[in-house]
């Protein structure tokens, strides 16, 4: 009875974590101190990364292992991952052919298109960071560690979350497409995987083919 008792107050704490988190991000207003974008930058590290690893390593006493940092099944990844990305960007070249808005609004900042070291810096730093972000909480925290016991549902469920952020902080744009589209997919990797280091490897090719084709069909 205890047992059960502990899993509910556990569930439930995390729940309201995912959503204060998802709230703060939604209803932060920038300073005029700072950039808005270096600004919500330092917000996502701090509530995507920071307090995931905390509440699991600090507060709850658990291996990071319960948040998809382990080898998981290697085999399952690998395929799953490749597969994943072979289908959106399938999905990615379509669109860009079917809907012209999109690869005229889907742009990388001037600076990267123009010089190949910065090109570089943007998709190994800023990408990957940005990716680890997302998989951290998305993929980590919400399905994985919350939602584990919710099986197929929780890629259904996390994805519907990520669409929440976006959609209620008005941030859905041809822009966030790619995310939207690799969303369910890095989910289904983590739950077959078991692990987020798949579904960030698979993330971070996906958006570098992504914005090497544009820069190309551009």
């Known amino acids: 009875m205890l047992r059960i008792l502990s899993m509910y107050r556990r569930f439930i704490v995390t729940g309201m974590l995912v959503f204060f988190s998802l709230g703060f991000l939604i209803f932060f207003t920038e300073s005029d101190a700072l950039s808005p974008v270096l600004q919500k930058f330092i917000v996502s590290i701090v509530f995507f990364l920071v307090i995931p690893l905390l509440y699991s390593k600090i507060v709850l006493s658990e291996s990071l292992k319960n948040l998809g ?32 808005s999109f690869h005229e609004q889907y742009t990388l900042p001037a600076s990267v298109e123009n010089s190949f070291l910065w090109f570089v810096f943007y998709e190994l730093v800023l990408v990957s960071l940005s990716v680890l972000l997302y998989e951290v909480f998305f993929r980590g925290l919400v399905e994985l560690f919350w939602l584990r016991e919710f099986k197929w549902w929780s890629i259904l469920i996390q994805a519907v979350l990520f669409f929440g952020l976006l959609a209620l902080s008005r941030s859905i744009s041809w822009q966030m497409v790619p995310l939207l589209i690799f969303c369910p997919l890095s989910g289904l990797i983590a739950y077959r995987s078991k692990s987020i280091w798949y579904s960030v490897v698979a993330s971070w090719i996906f958006l570098f083919l992504t914005d090497v084709f544009f820069l190309i069909y551009r």
């Open 69 to 100: 940092f382990q080898k998981g099944n290697f085999g399952a990844g690998v395929f799953t991952g490749l597969l994943s990305v072979a289908l959106a960007g399938g999905v990615v070249v379509w669109l860009a052919l079917s809907f012209p």
